[in-house]
């Protein structure tokens, strides 16, 4: 059963950094494409980028370009989002999903909460 | 990038009813199409991808169509189980969008 399990998430101040971590489990996660979506609340979903296979090249969003890193270790199984000079409009839930077909998320975290406030 | 309209943003309908979602995009984007469902508090489900292939274990009374720039998600004889929030993305290009969403209600 592929399991995806989201850590680090909590409540930071603006200007700050925190770092995500998503857990693989169930399926080979060197052979998929892994994606980070974010949620703020009562909002939709916002895309916030991507990396491939090998870990080669990462994509990112408008709004998180040059301030978010994602990483990922495949002899690990993990996936990672370092976060700096949060906003508060990155207030939102993180979702790490697998990138199946190309880039659709055919699963998906429970998703964390990052807090960004003073 | 890549502008994703999607509409509307609600929708009422009763158990039996069919109903369509449109997302629109600001450039041709081929098949590179999904289509997500959310209920609250749970993480989004992936429905259809390369704009009309549902995936494994989704309901044939879910379907999509299009290419291009216009999209539609169709689901007939709706079900209890179907009143969600739909989210459409747009896979072409970097970076991906999603549509703004649409929230199914029951009337």
């Known amino acids: 059963e592929v399991q995806l399990v989201e850590s680090g998430g909590g409540l930071v101040q603006p200007g700050g950094s925190l770092r995500l971590s998503c857990a693989a489990s169930g399926f080979t996660f060197k052979e998929y494409y892994m994606s980070w979506v974010r949620q703020a609340p009562g909002k939709g979903l916002e895309w916030v980028g991507n990396?491939?296979?090998?870990?080669?090249?990462?994509h990112y969003g408008d709004s998180v370009r040059g301030r978010f890193t994602i990483s990922r270790d495949n002899a690990k199984s993990s996936l990672h989002l370092q976060m700096n000079s949060l906003r508060v409009e990155d207030t939102a839930v993180y979702y790490c999903a697998r990138g199946n077909w190309g880039w659709n998320c055919d699963h998906w975290g429970q998703g964390i909460l990052v807090t960004v406030s003073s | 990038d890549v502008r994703v309209t999607q509409s509307p943003a609600f929708l009422s309908a009763s158990v039996g009813d069919r109903v369509t979602i449109t997302c629109r995009t600001s450039q041709s984007i081929s098949s590179f199409f999904a289509w997500y469902q959310q209920k609250p508090g749970r993480a989004p489900k992936l429905l259809i991808y390369a704009a009309s292939t549902l995936l494994s274990g989704v309901p044939s009374r879910f379907s999509g169509s299009g290419s291009g720039t216009e999209f539609t998600l169709t689901i007939t004889n709706l079900q209890p189980d179907d009143f969600a929030t739909y989210y459409c993305?747009?896979?072409?290009?970097?970076?991906?969008?999603f549509g703004q969403g649409t929230r199914l209600e029951m009337k």
């Open positions: 990396i491939e296979k090998d870990g080669s090249d990462q």
């Open positions: 993305q747009q896979l072409n290009s970097y970076p991906s969008t």
